[in-house]
């Protein structure tokens, strides 16, 4: 993972000179809100995938964290652009993160600056090209997505994903490829970093945003569901669900539609990428690539 430049506080600087001091404040206690875009390759050029929502949500983590971002939602859009210009993307992931940096260490975050940076680089399928046609394996994790008072679902804040981090861990060495997790009351949430659909009999179902991260995907696919004629519901339900279900899939920027062929040692379905979900993949990458005119306000052009 390397890329030539990246966007630090207003500046071009090279990718090997994006450093920080050791006492910042976000890398002692995970004050940063941060963002997961993708561009993909189109006919017209490289487009940004829903980049005002990416923004929008960004600086709604930020005032979370009560932080006063130095730039504007404007300015931010367009040094993502001018990042993946620097960077000559094509197509790939693009990585705004907002911190709390160095000035005094202690828990209140108060006294330390706001600093914003931007990387971009090459990314492909985030659990592998094969994830996306066969599906993955999964497990509930024996972590609690994180109680919905103890932090905040709608910000994504990089101490967060501590939870997540340890989940992932715990999936990685039960052999597995991702994990699930449930609310401290048993309900389904999300992956580490994904949200989660099921169907059952035709019927798309997802989890209300309350206790997971509302994610742009997610909208995405809701409306592109709805457009296809399927009924959209969202529904609290228990592990049990999922394992009786025709369909499950993960959806996320980095994970875009990512198929799950198995929970917990469990067959989903026929234990492979499902009919519905293999429609939905196939109109979501359609969308992303520009060959759908319907959608095109969801894409920025560099
Ligand atoms: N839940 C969580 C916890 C999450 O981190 C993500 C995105 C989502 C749901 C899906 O949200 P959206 O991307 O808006 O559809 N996770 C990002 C980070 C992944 C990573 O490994 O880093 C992402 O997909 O970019």
């Excluded at 006294?111 to 971009?120: E, F, R, S």
């Excluded at 340890?166 to 970093?193: C, H, P, Q, R």
């Excluded at 990512?258 to 939905?280: A, F, H, L, S, V």
Aim: neutral net charge.
């Amino acid at each position: 993972m390397k890329a030539e430049k990246i966007w630090m506080d207003g500046k071009m600087v090279d990718w090997d000179k994006a450093q920080v001091h050791v006492c910042t404040h976000a890398l002692h206690y995970g004050s940063g809100v941060f963002e997961g875009i993708r561009a993909y390759e189109t006919e017209s050029g490289t487009a940004v995938f829903r980049l005002k929502e990416h923004i929008d949500r960004l600086f709604n983590s930020g005032k979370i964290l009560k932080m006063v971002i130095p730039y504007s939602k404007e300015e931010f859009r367009q040094a993502v652009k001018d990042t993946i210009k620097a960077n000559k993307l094509k197509s790939g992931y693009i990585r705004p993160l907002i911190y709390r940096g160095f000035k005094e260490l202690g828990v209140s975050p108060f006294k330390c600056p706001v600093n914003c940076t931007i990387a971009v680089w090459e990314w492909g399928a985030y659990l592998g090209e094969e994830a996306l046609a066969q599906g993955i394996k999964t497990k509930i994790s024996s972590y609690a997505r994180i109680y919905i008072n103890s932090t905040s679902q709608k910000a994504k804040i990089c101490g967060n994903y501590v939870n997540s981090i340890f989940a992932k861990m715990e999936a990685i060495e039960a052999g597995v490829d991702e994990a699930i997790l449930l609310d401290t009351n048993g309900y389904v949430t999300e992956g580490s970093g994904e949200n989660v659909f099921w169907i059952r009999d035709g019927v798309i179902y997802t989890t209300p945003t309350a206790t997971v991260l509302e994610g742009i995907t997610r909208d995405s696919i809701i409306t592109i569901a709805n457009d296809m004629g399927y009924q959209v519901q969202e529904k609290y339900i228990c592990r049990d669900e999922l394992y009786i279900s025709d369909e499950v899939f993960f959806s996320g920027t980095a994970a875009e539609v990512t198929p799950i062929r198995e929970i917990d040692n469990y067959q989903i379905g026929e234990g492979k990428r499902g009919p519905i979900t293999e429609n939905i993949q196939k109109k979501f990458f359609d969308i992303a690539k520009g060959k759908e005119d319907k959608y095109l306000t969801w894409l920025d052009y560099i």
